[in-house]
C-alpha cells in the first residue's frame, strides 16, 4: 500500500474508532489506567463511603479516558478519580465503567475542571494550589490559567499569591476546608507572611485538630452536622497565629513616656518608643512655639553634643 494510501487508512481508522468510543461506555481493567494530571483536590483517597456504595450500587457514573498517545492498550484519567481509587480499592469489583473521549492535554484539562465544578466545587484553597502548580508547571500564562478556571485574571493572581503563602504541606495538613472561603484564607496568608510561626509546627496543629474531630464518635445527642476535620483544623491554625501575633505584641517593649512641666504647668509630654522620640507641646506660647521650631535644629546638636560629653 502507498505511504498516502496508508495515512489516510489510518486516519479512517482513527475516525471510525472515535466514534464507537464516543457512543459506547466501556468496562476497563482500573490497571491499564493512568493518572498524570494536575492534582485538584487534597483528599482524592478519602474514598471508603464511595467504595462501599459502589460495591452495593454498582457504578452509576462513568468515569472519562482518553487513549494514551504511545500505547494502544492504555488510557489516561480525564476525570472521575475517587471512582477509579474507589474500584481499585475493591475486592468485590475489578472493572471500572469509562467513556473513551478523543481530547488533546488542553480539552482535558478543561473537562477536568469541568466536572469538578460541575459536581462538587472545589475549595478556595483547591483551586488556588491548583492554579499554581499549573502556573509552575508551564501550563501557560495567569490569563489562560483564568479562562480555563473560569474566573478574572486578578483572582488567579490572588489565589496564587495565597497558594505560595500557605505553602503545599500545609494546605495539605489542613485539607480542602469547605465552608472557608477566599476572605479568610487571604488573612491566614496574611497572618502567615507577616509572622515567624514555623511551618512545621502550623501542620502539627493542624494534624491534631483533624485527628481529634475524626477521632471523636457522633452519639445520639449530635443533632446537628459534624465537623469537617479541615474546617477544625484551619480554625485551629488560625488560633495558633493570632496567639503567636499577640504574644510577640506582648513581648514588644511599651512606649515610655514623660511629663514636660514649664513654669509649674504642663507643657506637654515626650515619648519614647523602639528608636523613636516624639515631642508634644500644649498650652505653650505661640511665640515660643515659633522661637522653637526656628531653634530646633540647633537645639537638637547642641542636646546631642552634651550626650556625647556625658556618654
Not at 499554581?132 to 493572581?157: K, P
Not at 515610655?256 to 518608643?273: E, Q
Not at 505661640?286 to 547642641?302: G, M, N, P, T, Y
Request: aromatic share 4%; charged share 30%.
Amino acid at each position: 500500500m502507498a505511504p498516502g494510501s496508508m495515512m489516510s487508512s489510518n486516519r479512517a481508522l482513527r475516525s471510525a474508532r472515535d466514534a464507537v468510543d464516543a457512543h459506547h461506555v466501556w468496562e476497563l481493567d482500573p490497571v491499564e489506567i493512568e493518572d498524570d494530571r494536575f492534582a485538584d483536590r487534597l483528599d482524592p483517597n478519602d474514598v471508603d463511603d464511595l467504595r462501599a456504595s459502589i460495591e452495593q450500587n454498582g457504578q452509576t457514573v462513568p468515569i472519562l479516558v482518553r487513549r494514551h498517545p504511545n500505547e494502544s492498550s492504555r488510557y489516561l484519567l480525564v476525570y472521575g478519580r475517587r471512582r477509579l481509587e474507589a474500584i481499585r480499592s475493591s475486592d468485590k469489583i475489578d472493572k471500572v465503567r469509562a467513556l473513551i473521549a478523543n481530547l488533546d492535554d488542553s480539552a482535558a484539562l478543561r473537562a477536568q475542571v469541568s466536572e469538578n465544578t460541575g459536581r462538587r466545587d472545589l475549595s478556595y484553597i483547591e483551586r488556588a494550589l491548583f492554579a499554581r502548580e499549573l502556573l509552575d508547571n508551564s501550563f501557560g500564562t495567569q490569563a489562560q490559567i483564568a479562562e480555563v478556571l473560569n474566573v478574572t485574571r486578578s483572582a488567579v493572581s490572588m489565589s496564587i499569591s495565597v497558594a505560595k503563602a500557605i505553602g503545599s504541606d500545609l494546605a495539605q495538613a489542613i485539607g480542602p476546608a469547605h465552608g472557608i472561603g477566599r476572605p479568610r484564607w487571604e488573612a491566614l496568608s496574611k497572618e502567615l507572611t507577616e509572622g515567624r510561626t514555623d511551618q512545621g509546627e502550623l501542620c502539627e496543629v493542624a494534624s491534631d485538630a483533624r485527628n481529634k474531630v475524626a477521632a471523636k464518635e457522633p452519639s445520639d445527642d449530635d443533632d446537628g452536622p459534624q465537623t469537617d476535620p479541615s474546617v477544625a483544623a484551619f480554625e485551629a491554625v488560625s488560633r495558633h497565629l493570632k496567639k503567636s501575633a499577640s504574644r510577640v505584641r506582648d513581648s514588644k517593649p511599651r512606649p515610655r513616656t514623660t511629663k514636660l512641666v514649664l513654669d509649674g504647668v504642663s507643657a506637654g509630654s515626650i515619648k519614647k518608643s523602639n528608636r523613636r522620640v516624639r515631642l508634644d507641646l500644649t498650652n505653650v506660647d505661640d511665640a515660643f512655639a515659633a522661637w522653637l521650631e526656628s531653634q530646633a535644629q540647633d537645639v537638637l546638636k547642641e542636646l546631642h553634643a552634651r550626650w556625647k560629653l556625658d556618654a
